[in-house]
């Protein structure tokens, strides 16, 4: 239980972060309202689905759960930088061209 919280608390540090550098000034504050809403609004539904879960199937079920989406974001962000390593060009606007588009 502590380590997960100490993981926890560094990533949604590092995920802020990261959020806050990627975003135009003036949009920070909607989405700022937008993560904590992710992060904490969410929250009361998944204790609900989960204890349902718990409910119907085993209080093992929530756990098996958790990992199958962890592995499946893992093998996503694996293939995501494999396929932006192997065309490091896709997308990204071409150059401006001079030429007319009509003649």
Known sequence: GIP???ASASFQSVDTV???????PSMQGRVMA???MAWFGTTPIGAVLMGWVIDAVSPRAPFAIGGVAAAACAVGLVRRRAVSEADPGAGESPAPSTEPALR
């Open 4 to 6: 997960l919280g100490f």
């Open 18 to 24: 990261i959020l806050q550098q990627a975003t135009e």
């Open 34 to 36: 937008l993560q904590q």
